[in-house]
């Protein structure tokens, strides 16, 4: 049984960073698609970036392009999401998701539809 947590989120000013944390049990990195999405109030779930270990794959949604990173501690199967220059529009519940598979084209990792294990989200709040 896949189980992800998410922690780290809470309140912050535009500009200010924040990490947030997804601590896996069951997978590894090595063998999971780990993707982070978001969900402003009254929105869609959007995707905000995907990792992969093999085949090597990385990508970030447009929106946090340049301001996101991610970086894995495989010790502590834990991903994490780097937060820098948070914008009012970063405002959401951010939630991890995994996934054995891996995706017929980069396409597939965008979609929640994609994934089938999620954690139960951590919300990131910006003031402006």
């Known amino acids: 049984q896949v189980q992800l947590v998410e922690s780290g989120g809470g309140l912050v000013q535009a500009g200010d960073s924040l990490r947030l944390s997804c601590s896996a049990s069951g997978p590894t990195f090595s063998t999971y698609t780990m993707g982070w999405f978001r969900q402003a109030p009254g929105k869609e779930r959007e995707f905000v970036a995907v990792?992969?270990?093999?085949?090597?794959?990385?990508y970030f949604g447009d929106s946090v392009k340049g301001r996101f990173s991610m970086s894995v501690d495989r010790a502590k199967n834990t991903l994490y999401l780097q937060m820098n220059n948070l914008k009012p529009e970063d405002t959401a519940v951010y939630y991890c998701?995994?996934?054995?598979?891996?995706?017929?084209?980069?396409?597939?990792?965008?979609?929640?539809?994609?994934?089938?294990?999620w954690g139960q989200g951590t919300t990131v709040t910006v003031s402006s």
């Open positions: 990792i992969r270990w093999s085949p090597g794959i990385i």
């Open positions: 998701a995994a996934d054995p598979r891996v995706g017929s084209d980069s396409s597939s990792y965008f979609q929640e539809s994609f994934y089938d294990y």
